[in-house]
């Protein structure tokens, strides 16, 4: 007797940090697709980015368990940060595959990603041997995807959340309860996460001169 395949979605991204956003997400698709988990896969630095307000490999890695360990089909994947550099989409699912042959994977993605998806590494492959389920985003519409047979547009809630807009707000010391999971918050403030730098005392000549 054949068994069904677990079916895995992967949601990719820096998460810095993961938010309510990302797992208002990550819990619509277990719930209202067909999938039977949600992977939030983290990716290293990506190299378009400003690294100055990137947490560490680690800590991301740290605050997605911390925000998913509570719920069982919601999961942390750090498979990215094991793999040669830089880190491609078409690499992971691959590693993924020989990993998990009993899995089979979908890409989780916001609309916004099929703006730019003909520049992704292998793109036709990926979209030849895998589904994407796509999520609105603002101001973003299919465009000439609409009728793309393995690509599937899911009615999640538009969600505007950015972890920049978080980000900021701690550096502007605002209480950002309710926008972050408790857990990661506490983590977080914890260890002063993107918050503004302290000014440093001026030093004293003398010290100023010494090399």
Known sequence: MQTTQKKIGLFFGSFNPIHTGHLIIGN???EFTDL????FVVSPHNPLKDKKTLLSDVHRVTLVRLATEDHTRLKVCDIEMKLPQPSYTIHTLTYLAEDYPDYHFVLIGGMDIL??????????????????????RPGYEPGKWAEHPHIKFVPAPLIEISASFIRQGIQNEKNMDFFLPTKVYEYMRNMHFYEKKKRQPKQDTESENII
């Open 28 to 30: 619509y698709m277990v």
């Open 36 to 39: 039977d988990e949600v992977w």
């Open 115 to 136: 703006h730019t998806f003909h520049k992704w590494k292998n793109w036709e492959e990926i979209l030849g041997q895998y589904e994407l389920y796509i999520y609105p």
